[in-house]
């Protein structure tokens, strides 16, 4: 059965033999729906008609982007540090030259998300490395449209991620929404 992801938001749903009826992360007041109706497809159909492109911000941080444009846009970074590389957000494509880049780099230790615009197919990216742990906020569960094994729910004000990353929950957009403090990030400052 496909997992369908909605190309509105790009959340993907647990595999079920037909699209689901709407996107509930579509419906609420902080995203949309396309005037043409909810829209569906599928990991296979995406990798198709598009690829992640990198691109090195600063020394240790990689921005990924899906071209040509999908869902809300959305980019995930890619830390790399002494003790471990962080996927921080996800976006809907995960193929097979974006894991071999980063295996190249790596691989991945952890995957933690900000909010639930970014959960995307983060279950598909944690089984590409081998099911590493997902850290997503326990205020913003009910957003998760597809569990999975490997997500961690973390709970309070702050979490240690790996030694020297630290996520922090800071509410806003969504209550459990989440910020990354890497202090040796912009040289330090």
Known sequence: M?????????????PTPQPPASCPICLDERQYVTPAGQI???????????????????????????????GIGQRAMFLRTPHG??????IALVDRATIEMINAMGGIKAIA??????????????D??????????????????RAGPTISLWKGQTKELLPGLTLICSGGHYPGGTVLHWPAGAASR
């Open 128 to 145: 590409a490395f081998g099911g590493v742990p997902i850290y997503l906020h326990e205020a913003d569960r009910n957003w998760i449209m």
């Open 2 to 14: 496909p997992a369908y992801i909605c190309t509105t938001c790009g959340t993907q749903y647990a």
């Open 40 to 70: 569906w497809t599928t990991l296979d159909v995406l990798a198709r008609r598009s690829m992640n492109a990198i691109h090195e911000l600063e020394p240790g941080l990689i921005s990924l982007l899906t071209f040509p444009h999908f």
């Open 85 to 90: 590389n962080v996927l921080w957000d996800c």
């Open 113 to 126: 998300i900000s909010h639930p615009h970014y959960y995307t197919t983060m279950v598909e990216w944690s």
